[in-house]
């Protein structure tokens, strides 16, 4: 390939060839995650369209490594596209410092600002219990044990936190509400039908609340965590800086993070987003943390083929789902002889 472009963020440079054609298009970040959601949806996405590769990323403190693609072989972080949508991939863990991420946040916002794209997309997964169900019929957690690691102590990397708690205590206190005020028009109604005169509801009186104590408050936090999972766990969340897809997601029944911690590239993208005019949107989608989810893949291909005009995603996302067979086959197989490091767990009840 003919170098187009190179532009340099420090350590991370980003190479475009000359047969890049991408002004106008979206951009679509699949880089590894929960589930290798963003993975397995991107090289997915640029198999069926067909995406040229148009561009590299080469980062110094990157694991020396060669992906091998149709015979040719590339560096790890690629980008293939047109000028239906563009795909930023890499199959590797970025085990790179903090330094080196927020370089590539201003390399992908850079990259999105020149090429005048509407919307960068960042595909994630949302980590969701890993539940077998026994012979017994009992319902049991997989737990991979990890080992300590020997050397000096590390910081730990955060970990991605969305609490939902917000928002179901809004959706029960509603719920509830619509129930009371149906049971009392109820009640009205057949006064009003009995007596043959109009029945003007009553003002509540002030009620005493009593004193909650520590043991009462986090029965009630462990309650409504568990019905947030119960209502909300198999949903695809979304952060978006477009109001306009913020209403459009909403309709469509998904469900937006209220309150959270979004760490790595995809944070980084959010946190920048209102100093950038480029719009961010991250959609995270519910998956295992053990293996590989095809399923969650496919929600997200589904969902990005109603959101992207003219993208024509809905193929991509059927020929994915003819392989989801043969690899829960083959994942059933490898997680019934599953033995060392790995810890079963009761899963407990709902609420």
Sequence with gaps: ??????????????????????????????????????VLTGKQIVKTLGLPLIGIIKIHQFQVACVVSHEQPTYPGRIYGNQQCVVFICEMSFHVPPDAIQNLVQCIFDFGHRHRAPMIYVLEGLPKPNLVKLETGEEVEICIDEAEEEGPEKESALDLLVDDSVLTKLTVRDILKNKV???????????????????????????????????????????????????????????????????????????????????????????????????????????????????????????????????????????????????????????????????????????
């Design 1 to 38: 390939q003919d170098i187009y472009l190179t532009r340099e963020f420090d350590e991370v440079h980003l190479v475009e060839f000359n047969n890049i054609n991408c002004v106008g298009a979206p951009v679509i970040i699949s880089f590894p995650s929960n589930g290798l959601v963003g």
């Design 181 to 351: 005020n149906t049971e009392e028009n109820n009640e009205t109604k057949k006064e009003e039908k009995i007596t043959g005169k109009k029945v003007e509801k009553k003002g509540k009186g002030g009620k005493k609340e009593r004193k909650k104590s520590i043991a009462d408050d986090e029965e009630e936090t462990s309650r409504v965590s568990k019905l947030a999972d119960k209502l909300f766990g198999d949903k695809i969340h979304y952060v978006t800086t477009s109001h306009d897809l913020a209403r459009t997601l909403r309709k469509l029944g998904h469900i937006p993070v209220v309150d959270g911690i979004i760490p790595g590239i995809a944070g980084g993208l959010l946190a920048e987003a209102p100093l950038k005019i480029n719009h961010i949107t991250a959609i995270f989608s519910p998956t295992s943390t053990l293996f590989p989810d095809p399923d969650a893949a496919i929600l997200v291909l589904k969902l990005l083929d109603l959101l992207v005009p003219n993208i024509g995603l809905g193929k991509t996302a059927t020929e994915l789902e003819k392989d989801v067979a043969s690899l829960k086959k083959m994942m059933k197989g490898v997680m019934q002889n599953l033995t060392s490091g790995v810890s079963l767990r009761r899963s407990t009840g709902g609420p």
